[in-house]
């Protein structure tokens, strides 16, 4: 069985990393982990990007709607003072070729 370090060695180790990974290595032993927790955590992990990706799918469609509405609104709104800037210029034309009284 494998005897822990004591607190003085620990310091020594803690010097040098390498050191520290064999004083881990030591100290520790691994584990296998349940199957019902491996799955739970693969199923939350792998849920969890799918809602991302699902919220990033919204706010791009939300952006691009946005968007569009904007410019559709400019559109109509620059075709709005085109068309009354085209018949300001007529009037004063025609105004212009009046024969004055």
Known sequence: MKEKMS????IEYNSNL?????????SLTPI????EFVNELKQ???GS??????RNKVLR???FGTAGVVS???????SIRTVMTVMGTIRMLRRSDAPVH
């Open 32 to 35: 296998n982990p349940r199957p």
């Open 61 to 63: 469609y939300s952006v």
């Open 7 to 10: 607190l003085r060695k620990m």
């Open 72 to 78: 559709t609104l400019i559109l109509i709104v620059t």
């Open 18 to 26: 390498d050191d520290f990974e064999v004083y881990l290595s030591e």
């Open 44 to 46: 939350r992990l792998l």
């Open 49 to 54: 990007k799918e809602r991302r990706i699902d």
